[in-house]
C-alpha cells in the first residue's frame, strides 16, 4: 500500500518537473527566436519549431506522453511532449519539445526498490524486535499466567509473584495478590465454617445420642414410650449420616481432598466385594465378580474408596432380597449391576442431591459418586436394560 | 479400672459418666488440656477417653503429652470431626481407637474392653459370667466347661452382649458393631434375629440360661436377673 502510494506520487513528482523543465526549453526556444536565430537551428531530435498559419488557440501548453521509435535501441521509449502555438512577432509558430521519460522511469524504479528493501528490513527488524521483547518483557507476566494457573484454592502459602520493572505488571500483580488473599481468606473462613459447622452439629447429636440411649435403658418404660424414644434415635442417626454426607460433599466441592495417588480400582473393587459379600448374603443377593486388565488411576484414596463403595452400597440397597449383583472391570470401563425395577418417575434426577426412591435413603450417595467422577474427569452413565440398573464408570484412559 | 475422660461437653460427661461408673469403673473427668495434663501428670490412668475439640487447645496435644510421659495409658480419641487429617494424625502419634460422635455408649463400652484386654492390664483375657467363660485371646466361649461351635458372628454377638450385659441393644448398634455403619442397606433388620435364634440355640444345647430378650422389637438385652 504504501509502495503503490510512493510509486504513484513519485511519478507525479517527477512528471511535474518535467513539465516544468520543457515549459522552460519552450521559453528559452521563444526567446531564441524573438533573438532572431534562424528556425532550422532550432530544431533537432527533441525540438521541432514550424512556421503555421494564424490560428485562434494560442499560448495554451499541451502536455501529452507519447512514445518515439528509438533507432539506436530499436524501442519505442515513453516521452512527454508539450506543444504549444505562439505568436512571436508577426509569425505564427508551432513548438513541439519533447523530452524521454525513460530516465525518470529508471529513476521511480530504483526508489520504489529501493524503498521496498527498506521496508521489508522495517519489518523484519520488528518481527525479531517483537520476539526478544515478547520474551523478555512479557516473562513476569507469563511467570503470573503458570503461578494463577497452577494455584489451587485448597494450598497453603498464598501466592507470591516475582518482583518486576514493568509498571503494569507489578500493578496487575499486585491486585491479583490481594484478590486472592481475598479470595483465600474466604476460602479458609468457609473452611473453617465447615468444620465448626460438623462439629457444633455433631456434639449435640452426640448428647441426644447417648441420652436416648440411657433413656431406652430404664427399666420402667412400656412398649408405648419405647417406640417414641426410638424414633427420636433413628432420626438422630438419619441425622448424623446426612451431616457426615453433606459434610463430604462440601469438603469435595471446596477440593479439601489435595493428595493424590496411583490407584488399582481393580483391586479396590475386589476388597470391597469381599467385604460387602458378607452384606449381599444376608439379603440373599447373589453377587459375581469378573475383573479384567487393569484400571489405574490418580486421585485421592479416600475419595476412590468413597467411590467404589457407595455404588455396591447403592446396588445392595436398592436390590430385593434374591436378586443378583454383577460387578465387573475391562480397560477404562467400570460397571456395577444390580437387579430392580425399573424407576417409573420420569422427572427423576438420578445424581442430584436428596433425589430419593423411598423415604429410607438420605438420597446423597449417588450425588457424592458424581461429584468425585466430575473431580477425576471419569464419566458415569446410567441405563436400565432386561431388568438391571447398570452404573458405567468411563475413565479417561489418556 | 481408672478413666480419665477429657471433654468439654458438661452433658455428655455425665452420660459417660453415668455409664462407665455403672460399668465398674473408676471415672474421672478433665474440661480442658490444662487439666487433663495435670490429672495425667499426677495419677495414673488405664484408659484416656480424649476429645479433640478441647476449649484451650487440641486433644492431639494431650495426646502427644500422654504418649511421652506415660505410654501405657490406653487412648480412644472420641471427637466430632472427621477430618481425615484428624485421624490419621490421632492413629500416627498412637491413639489405640478412634470414635466419631455422635458415638453410642454400649459401642464405646466394647472399644474399651477390648484395648484393655489387649493391653492385658489384668494378666487376664478370661471374660467369665456365671456359666459362660469367653477367652479373647483365642476366641472361644465354652459353657459349664464345654465349648461352644460358633461362627466369627455369633461370637462377636455374645462377647458384645455380655460386655454390654442389662442394657437395652438396638438392632442398629448390633449391625454397627458386627458389620460396621451398614444398616441402611437393609429394608428391615430382621436378619439379626436369625442369628440371636442360632446363638440362643446353641448356648441352651450346653446347658445355659436363656439370657437373651427381645425389647418390643426394637432391640435386645442379655438379662441377668
Known amino acids: ?398 | 479400672m481408672k478413666i480419665l475422660i477429657v471433654e468439654d461437653e458438661k452433658e455428655l460427661v455425665d452420660d459417660l459418666n453415668e455409664f462407665l461408673d455403672d460399668q465398674g469403673y473408676i471415672i474421672e473427668v478433665a474440661p480442658t488440656t490444662s487439666v487433663a495434663r495435670e490429672k495425667i501428670f499426677v495419677y495414673q490412668y488405664d484408659i484416656l477417653i480424649l476429645d479433640l475439640g478441647l476449649p484451650d487447645g487440641s486433644g492431639l496435644d494431650v495426646l502427644k503429652y500422654v504418649k511421652k510421659h506415660k505410654p501405657q495409658t490406653g487412648i480412644i480419641i472420641l471427637t466430632a470431626r472427621d477430618a481425615l487429617d484428624d485421624k490419621i494424625s490421632g492413629l500416627d502419634l498412637g491413639a489405640d481407637d478412634y470414635m466419631t460422635k455422635p458415638f453410642l455408649l454400649s459401642e464405646l463400652n466394647a472399644r474399651i474392653k477390648s484395648i484393655h484386654r489387649r493391653r492385658n492390664f489384668d494378666g487376664n483375657s478370661t471374660i467369665i459370667f456365671n456359666e459362660i467363660e469367653i477367652d479373647t485371646d483365642k476366641m472361644r466361649v465354652s459353657i459349664n466347661d464345654q465349648n461352644l461351635t460358633l461362627t466369627r458372628k455369633e461370637y462377636e454377638l455374645i462377647l458384645y452382649f455380655v460386655i454390654n450385659k442389662n442394657k437395652v441393644l438396638t438392632k442398629e448398634s448390633i449391625i454397627e458393631h458386627l458389620w460396621g455403619d451398614h444398616s441402611d442397606m437393609f429394608d428391615s433388620l430382621d436378619f439379626i434375629y436369625t442369628h440371636i435364634k442360632n446363638l440362643r440355640k446353641k448356648m441352651q444345647d450346653m446347658g445355659g440360661a436363656d439370657y437373651l430378650k427381645s425389647v418390643y422389637g426394637i432391640g435386645y438385652k442379655f438379662e441377668t436377673d
Open chain 1, 1 to 398: 500500500m504504501g509502495g503503490v502510494l510512493i510509486y504513484f506520487n513519485t511519478n507525479k513528482l517527477i512528471h511535474k518537473d518535467v513539465e516544468n523543465f520543457l515549459v522552460n526549453r519552450e521559453e528559452i526556444a521563444t526567446t531564441q527566436i524573438v533573438n532572431g536565430e534562424s528556425i532550422s537551428s532550432l530544431n533537432n531530435y527533441e525540438q521541432k519549431v514550424i512556421i503555421i498559419p494564424p490560428i485562434s488557440k494560442l499560448n495554451i501548453p499541451i502536455f501529452t506522453d507519447t512514445l518515439i521509435y528509438d533507432i539506436i535501441d530499436d524501442k519505442y521509449h515513453p516521452y512527454l511532449q508539450l506543444s504549444l502555438n505562439r505568436k512571436i512577432g508577426k509569425q505564427y509558430y508551432h513548438i513541439e519539445i519533447s523530452k524521454s521519460l525513460i530516465e525518470t522511469k529508471l529513476l521511480v524504479r530504483e526508489i520504489f526498490i529501493t524503498m521496498l528493501f527498506v521496508f521489508i528490513g522495517l519489518i523484519v527488524l520488528m518481527i525479531v524486535l517483537n520476539l526478544l521483547i515478547s520474551r523478555n518483557m512479557w516473562r513476569p507476566f507469563k511467570d503470573t499466567l503458570k503461578k494463577l494457573k497452577n494455584y489451587k484454592s485448597g494450598q497453603s502459602e498464598p501466592i507470591k509473584f516475582k518482583k518486576t520493572n514493568t509498571y503494569e505488571f507489578s500493578q496487575l500483580n499486585e491486585i491479583i495478590e490481594i484478590m486472592m488473599g481475598k479470595i483465600r481468606n474466604d476460602y479458609l473462613n468457609l473452611k473453617e465454617f465447615t468444620e465448626n459447622a460438623s462439629h457444633e452439629i455433631l456434639t449435640p447429636l452426640a448428647v441426644i445420642k447417648s441420652k436416648t440411649d440411657m433413656l431406652m435403658q430404664l427399666d420402667n418404660l412400656n412398649e408405648h414410650e419405647l417406640n417414641f424414644v426410638k424414633a427420636i434415635y433413628d432420626s438422630t442417626v438419619k441425622l448424623s449420616r446426612l451431616n457426615q454426607g453433606l459434610i463430604l460433599l462440601a469438603k469435595i466441592e471446596n477440593q479439601q481432598y489435595g493428595s493424590e495417588e496411583k490407584i488399582d480400582l481393580n483391586q479396590l473393587m475386589l476388597n470391597n466385594f469381599k467385604e460387602y459379600k458378607e452384606m449381599a448374603d444376608l439379603k440373599e443377593i447373589s453377587i459375581r465378580i469378573d475383573l479384567k486388565d487393569t484400571n489405574f488411576i490418580q486421585m485421592n484414596a479416600n475419595l476412590s474408596q468413597v467411590l467404589i463403595t457407595n455404588l455396591l452400597r447403592n446396588a445392595i440397597k436398592h436390590t430385593k432380597k434374591g436378586g443378583k449383583i454383577e460387578l465387573s472391570a475391562s480397560q477404562g470401563i467400570l460397571k456395577f449391576l444390580n437387579s430392580g425395577d425399573e424407576i417409573t418417575n420420569k422427572n427423576f434426577k438420578m445424581f442430584e442431591r436428596f433425589q430419593k426412591q423411598n423415604s429410607e435413603s438420605l438420597g446423597l450417595g449417588l450425588s457424592i459418586v458424581k461429584k468425585i467422577c466430575d473431580r477425576y474427569f471419569i464419566k458415569i452413565n446410567y441405563q436400565y436394560s432386561k431388568g438391571l440398573h447398570e452404573f458405567t464408570l468411563l475413565l479417561d484412559t489418556d
